[in-house]
């Protein structure tokens, strides 16, 4: 079946403008993870999805970064202002419950630069 | 707050080597631990997780690893390396208690295949 996907697969944006970041989980995965990865870094939480809420949002590093799962399927991040430091690779994931010991399966990413 | 070490940036290898690719974790006990892997222009994909149980966990792509408690380390291991293990490799460790599985991943170690 189809893995988890991502548009656009990259966004070129300027200093100050407004960005959203589309996310389509596996059919049936009730939990989604957004991630942010920088150049040379690992992948960085950012915030997780149960079903239509937003279970944890301990990642967002401040309030200009939204997300919304309004139908409990497709999750969209969203960029107010944005800056040249939130140039990165946006990693969304999607897995089957939330449990611990699931997979979480990833999506390609989108590739975010602001200029 | 939980961290995860991968000590070495870059790693090179002859194709048909073996492999071994560190991972050390900071934790106060038993933590659910991870193998991705990320090739260029592709998603994560998961090689391989521990939860409890017997200390060495075969993977996918002959891969494996093995959790040493007294070592707080899961390194990564490969008897034979083939060029296409050429790859961004990044150990995760997932949260003790809560809902979801957000995880917090080292910075990856690049491993690069020599013909």
């Known amino acids: 079946g189809a893995g988890v996907s991502q548009t656009p697969s990259n966004k070129v944006t300027e200093k100050g403008k407004y960005v959203e970041l589309r996310c389509d989980p596996i059919?049936?995965?009730?939990?989604l993870y957004w991630y942010r990865q920088s150049l040379g870094q690992g992948p960085e939480f950012l915030i997780y999805?149960?079903?239509?809420?937003?279970?944890?949002d301990s990642g967002l590093p401040n309030d200009r970064f939204f997300a919304v799962r309004p139908e409990g399927s497709v999750s969209t991040l969203k960029i107010q202002r944005t800056e040249r430091g939130d140039s990165a690779v946006y990693l969304c994931?999607?897995?089957?419950?939330?449990?611990?010991?699931?997979?979480?399966?990833f999506g390609p990413g989108t590739r975010l630069l602001v200029l | 707050a939980q961290s995860v070490t991968q000590p070495d940036i870059h790693i090179t290898v002859s194709e048909g080597a073996s492999l071994e690719l560190r991972c050390n974790y900071s934790?106060?006990?038993?933590?659910?631990l991870f193998w991705y892997v990320q090739s260029p222009g592709q998603g994560l994909q998961l090689l391989l997780k521990?939860?409890?149980?017997?200390?060495l966990v075969q993977g996918i792509k002959g891969f494996e690893a093995e959790f040493k408690r007294s070592q707080s380390s899961f390194n990564l291991r490969k008897p034979s390396v083939h060029w296409s293990d050429a790859a961004e490799y990044f150990c995760?460790?997932?949260?003790?208690?809560?809902?979801?599985?957000?995880?917090?991943f080292g910075t990856g170690t690049q491993l690069k295949v020599e013909l």
């Open positions: 995760a460790v997932g949260p003790l208690t809560g809902g979801g599985n957000k995880l917090t």
């Open positions: 521990y939860f409890s149980g017997d200390t």
């Open positions: 934790y106060g006990a038993t933590p659910y």
């Open positions: 059919s049936g995965h009730t939990a």
């Open positions: 999805f149960q079903g239509t809420g937003a279970a944890d």
């Open positions: 994931a999607s897995s089957l419950g939330g449990g611990r010991e699931e997979t979480q399966y």
